[in-house]
């Protein structure tokens, strides 16, 4: 059974950190990239960032870069995205997703998702 959970969400005030993770099973994290995703009240769904085969292939959507850091631990099956700096904007139901990577690719379409957690920034 594949299952992708995610935690580390909370309240936070304007200028902290949280650290969300993304523990899978179920299948053969060397081979799949995780996504983050997050939406706020009223409003769609968006690509935070995603990493591909190792902590060197990422991408991040302009508005988290230099803020945000994704990483994964192939031991733990476990990908973490490091949240500093957070704005009150930041504040969403944050989510991660699982898809099978081809080539380098760095981003790919996912096909396990998780229930998400909320993060809430204060100002």
């Known amino acids: 059974e594949v299952q992708v959970v995610e935690s580390g969400g909370g309240l936070v005030q304007s200028g902290g950190s949280l650290r969300l993770s993304c523990a899978t099973s179920g299948f053969t994290f060397d081979d799949y990239g995780i996504g983050w995703f997050r939406q706020a009240p009223g409003k769609e769904r968006e690509g935070v960032s995603c990493i591909g085969r190792s902590n060197n292939s990422t991408y991040y959507t302009n508005s988290v870069k230099g803020r945000f850091t994704i990483s994964r631990d192939n031991a733990k099956n476990t990908v973490y995205l490091q949240m500093n700096s957070l704005k009150p904007e930041d504040t969403a139901v944050y989510y991660c997703?699982?898809?099978?990577?081809?080539?380098?690719?760095?981003?790919?379409?996912?096909?396990?998702w998780g229930q998400g957690t909320q993060v809430t920034v204060s100002s």
């Open positions: 997703a699982a898809g099978q990577l081809i080539g380098a690719m760095v981003c790919v379409l996912y096909d396990y």
